[in-house]
C-alpha cells in the first residue's frame, strides 16, 4: 500500500525539531507533520544532554540569529515551562573579570546586551557580595538578571506532549540512509512535500550529501561537568568569567541546578567523533575524517589557536585541574573534595575550511524541498520556540 504523502517530514525529534513541528500545527491547522527520530527515545543527545540554562542573549553579536531569537526564547521558554508546571529557578548571572584585559571586554557584553534589548547592568565589585559573595572579581562585574535555570528534559517532554496533542506524529528507531542516489532526501515508506533537516549533530552530514554545507566541516567538542550538593558550595547564583575574545566557548563556570547541586565546567575537548561520549564508543570513520578536515582548518586559519585550546583544554580532563580554573572566579571551590562527574555533552561545531574560522551563528540552507538547520548550538537550547517558529513561518509555509 502506498504511503499517504506528509505535508512536512522533520528529521529529527530534539528541541529544535519539535518547536519547528509545533510551529508549524499554531500557524496552519490540519496539515499532517511527522517528525522522525533515530534513537529509541528522545533527548539521548544535545537536546537532553545541556545545561539547562535559559541565556538571557547578550554574549552574540546583534546581527546573528542568535541574537535575534535568545532573548525572546528565554521569556517563551519561561512560559512554556509556567504552563506545563515545569519548575523554573530565576537566579540570575554574574560575569566576572578575572584581570584587567576581561574587565575592559565586559563592555562588550554590556553593549551587545543594550543592542539585543536585554536586560543587564555593569556594576562595581564592591557590589559583587550583594549578588554572590563567593565570587570574586576585577574592578567591575556583569549583572543579568534574566539568565536563569530548568530541566532540559522535562521540556522536551512538554514539547512532545503540545506536539502529539495538535495532531502531530512521532517514529522512533526511524531513519538511517535518507540521500538515495539520484541527490534526493528519500525515505523508505514515507512521503513529503516539504522535508526539515533538524538533525542536530548529523544535520551536516545530510546536507552535504544533497551538495550544501560543502564549505563546512565537522569538529565536535566534549564538554565534561563536575556536581557537588549546594550544602558543601553553597553558591546562589551562576558564575561564569568573561568569555574568550573568539572562541565560541564561555570557559569554565558554575551552573545550578533544580536539585540543589552546583556544577562546574564544561570542558571543551576536540573529540573524534559526534555521538562520542566516552573514548571507545561514539565515533565512526567518518566521524574522524571530518574532524581531521576541520581540526586541519582550524590549524591553517588564523582565527583561533588550536594549540591554546588544547593547552587550555586537556588538563581539565583532571578534576583538580578543571577545579583550580574554576577557582578563580569562585575560590572556595578548591575547599570541596566531593565532586562527582556529570554525563558528557557533545557541542557539534562547525568549522568553515574557507578560513579556518568556527562558525558563530545558526546556519539555515534550502535545498528545492528542503530546508536544513546547521550548527544549531548553544544557545539553541533556549532560542528554539522563536527559532522555529521563523523556520516555520519564513521557511516553510511559503512553500506549502
Keep these: 500500500m502506498p504511503t499517504k504523502s506528509l505535508d512536512v517530514l522533520i528529521v529529527g525529534a530534539g528541541v529544535v525539531g519539535l518547536a519547528i513541528g509545533n510551529a508549524l500545527l499554531d500557524l496552519k491547522p490540519g496539515i499532517s507533520v511527522k517528525i522522525l527520530e533515530k534513537e529509541s527515545h528522545l533527548g539521548k543527545h544535545a537536546s537532553g544532554r545541556n545545561s539547562g540554562v535559559l541565556h538571557a542573549g547578550f554574549y552574540y553579536s546583534p546581527d546573528s540569529l542568535k541574537a535575534r531569537f535568545c532573548r525572546d526564547g528565554n521569556a517563551e521558554l519561561k512560559t512554556l515551562c509556567r504552563q506545563h508546571g515545569i519548575p523554573v529557578a530565576e537566579v540570575g548571572k554574574v560575569v566576572v573579570a578575572r584581570d584587567q584585559a576581561e574587565d575592559a571586554r565586559l563592555d562588550d557584553l554590556f553593549t551587545k546586551g543594550q543592542a539585543n534589548g536585554v536586560e543587564v547592568e555593569l556594576l562595581s565589585a564592591s557590589e559583587l557580595p550583594k549578588f554572590e559573595p563567593l565570587a570574586v572579581t576585577t574592578n567591575r562585574f556583569l549583572w543579568s538578571p534574566k539568565t536563569a535555570i530548568s530541566d532540559s528534559n522535562l521540556v522536551l517532554t512538554a514539547l512532545q506532549q503540545e506536539f502529539v496533542a495538535k495532531g502531530g506524529l512521532i517514529s522512533i528507531n526511524n ?52 556536581s557537588v550538593s549546594a550544602d558543601l558550595l553553597p553558591v546562589t547564583r551562576l558564575v561564569y568569567p568573561v568569555p574568550h575574545p573568539i572562541n565560541p566557548f564561555l570557559g569554565v563556570h558554575f551552573t545550578l541546578t533544580l536539585d540543589g547541586k552546583v556544577k562546574v565546567g564544561p570542558t571543551a575537548i576536540p573529540v573524534l567523533g559526534r555521538e562520542q561520549y566516552s573514548i571507545t564508543a561514539g565515533w565512526s570513520v567518518a566521524d574522524i575524517g571530518q574532524a581531521a ?54 557541542r557539534a561545531q562547525l568549522v568553515d575550511k574557507r578560513t579556518g574560522e568556527l562558525e558563530q551563528d545558526f546556519v539555515v540552507e534550502q535545498f528545492h524541498n528542503s530546508i536544513h538547520v546547521l550548527n544549531a548550538v548553544s544557545p539553541g537550547w533556549t532560542s528554539a520556540l522563536p527559532f522555529g517558529r521563523w523556520i516555520a513561518a519564513e521557511k516553510l509555509l511559503p512553500l506549502l
Excluded at 545530510?206 to 564538554?223: C, K, N, S, T, V
Excluded at 588564523?302 to 583550580?324: C, D, F, G, M, T
Design 175 to 226: 531513519w538511517a540512509q535518507l540521500v538515495n542516489n539520484a541527490n534526493e532526501i528519500s525515505i523508505p515508506g514515507e512521503s513529503a512535500k516539504l522535508i526539515v533537516n533538524a538533525a542536530g549533530a548529523q544535520s551536516d552530514r545530510i546536507a552535504r550529501e544533497l551538495g550544501l554545507a560543502q564549505h563546512y566541516a565537522m569538529l565536535p567538542f566534549m564538554g565534561i561537568y563536575r
Design 293 to 346: 578536515v576541520a581540526a586541519l582548518a582550524l590549524v591553517k586559519g588564523e582565527a583561533h589557536s588550536v594549540w591554546e585550546i588544547l593547552k587550555s583544554e586537556l588538563p581539565k580532563l583532571n578534576q583538580r585541574s578543571l577545579v583550580k580554573a574554576a577557582s578563580t572566579i569562585v575560590p572556595a571551590a578548591l575547599t570541596v573534595a566531593k565532586w562527582q562527574r556529570k554525563p558528557p555533552g557533545i
